[in-house]
């Protein structure tokens, strides 16, 4: 097993990766390291099969609406995990938009977005 942890200042991106499958937890997204998490993670995460996105919580420096979007957008992990708690947030909110756009976008093709 080999983990990537990326630097992203306060906050968490880690990609876990095991025989050909990965999965990664939380989302941090920052503007000022956007060039270097993208290219971490699409070297990492080569042909690697993206099992899953975790998230650990609803604030910025773990669950990053950007991140997520980028994350669920370009690398199209089969599932999401989140806690159940409900968090009123704007950060909160505007994960779960995310989520819903990628959930409606991939709902009637070969691999809808598992919430688990």
């Given amino acids: 097993m080999q983990t990537l942890t990326v630097y992203v200042g306060q906050g968490e991106l880690i990609a876990i990766r095991h025989r050909g499958e990965a999965v990664i937890v ?23 099969d993206l099992a899953g996105l975790m998230l650990t919580g609803f604030d910025n420096d773990h669950a990053d609406p950007y991140g997520v979007d980028n994350i669920l957008g370009k690398y199209k992990p089969n599932w999401i995990m989140y806690p159940k708690y409900y968090k009123d947030t704007e950060n909160a909110t505007e994960v779960f938009k995310v989520i819903s756009k990628h959930e409606r976008r991939r709902r009637n093709t070969a691999t809808p977005l598992r919430k688990v």
């Fill in 26 to 48: 939380d989302s941090r997204w920052p503007d000022e390291h956007a060039k270097a998490i993208e290219k971490q993670l699409r070297v990492f995460l080569r042909n690697q």
